[in-house]
């Protein structure tokens, strides 16, 4: 499959582990936080999304968590599985002009070991 | 329903020559969205475009442009092409204003000799 990143931030887990994958951004203005997931081969698929008014949000086996104090945001999956294997990434957005422009993380690369 | 199309999946182009790569978003979704993906630059977004009109733009020489037809679909032009324009280039669509859930093709991976 292709590689989305080189140099990108790795973590490698076992299977049945907890992941947690940190992002932090860099506008405080960001006011609307997505996780996108893209394996090898294919485009980013959306996962979860929290809005700046919200500090956790909880989807089927992932949560999300905005501090904006420190402005860092994390994406913790749990029960990780092999299909989890992926580049996640974090995108803030900002309101412009009546929609929203995202900015992309450079990604977290996620190894799942069965 | 069928997902967001891009075509084509690869092409392999010289320097000096143009582009043309094709977006078919999701049935009923307006707003369409171009990327470039580079390992060193990772995501950045290019234009966006809703009801035939560019609302967006990012941060791109003027060497990469876009149109959007009636019917939703879109495409995007890189004329003069640079050896560091190879990229995969990612069509996203959504149901409205470019809101967060953003619907990605599997992108065209241009290589520039």
């Known amino acids: 499959g292709e590689s989305v990143g080189l140099h990108l931030p790795t973590l490698s887990v076992q299977e049945g582990d907890n992941s947690i994958i940190n992002c932090a951004y860099s506008n405080s203005a960001s006011d609307y936080f997505i996780w996108y997931k893209q394996e090898s081969g294919k485009g980013p698929q959306f996962i979860i999304d929290?809005?700046?008014?919200?500090d956790k949000r909880q989807g089927q086996r992932v949560t999300v968590l905005l501090n904006k104090t420190v402005k860092h945001l994390s994406l913790q999956i749990a029960a990780t599985q092999p299909g989890d294997s992926a580049v996640y990434f974090c995108?803030?957005?900002?309101?412009?002009?009546?929609?929203?422009?995202?900015?992309f993380g450079r990604g977290t690369s996620l190894i799942v070991h069965p | 329903k069928a997902g967001v199309t891009q075509t084509p999946r690869y092409l392999i182009k010289t320097r000096g020559q143009q582009v043309t790569l094709s977006c078919s978003p999701i049935?009923?979704?307006?707003?369409v969205s171009w990327y470039q993906q580079t390992p060193g630059q990772g995501l950045q977004f290019l234009f966006e475009?809703?009801?035939?009109?560019?609302?967006n733009k990012g941060n791109f020489p003027g060497r990469f442009s876009g149109r959007q037809f009636s019917n939703s679909r879109s495409e995007m032009n890189v004329s003069t092409l640079e050896l560091g324009d190879s990229a995969l280039y990612l069509c996203?669509?959504?149901?409205?204003?470019?809101?967060?859930?953003?619907?990605f093709g599997e992108g065209s991976r241009l290589t520039v000799l």
């Open positions: 996203a669509s959504s149901l409205e204003q470019q809101s967060g859930e953003l619907f």
């Open positions: 475009y809703f009801s035939e009109t560019q609302r």
């Open positions: 995108a803030e957005n900002i309101g412009w002009g009546g929609s929203y422009i995202p900015t």
């Open positions: 929290i809005r700046s008014n919200m």
């Open positions: 049935s009923g979704h307006r707003s």
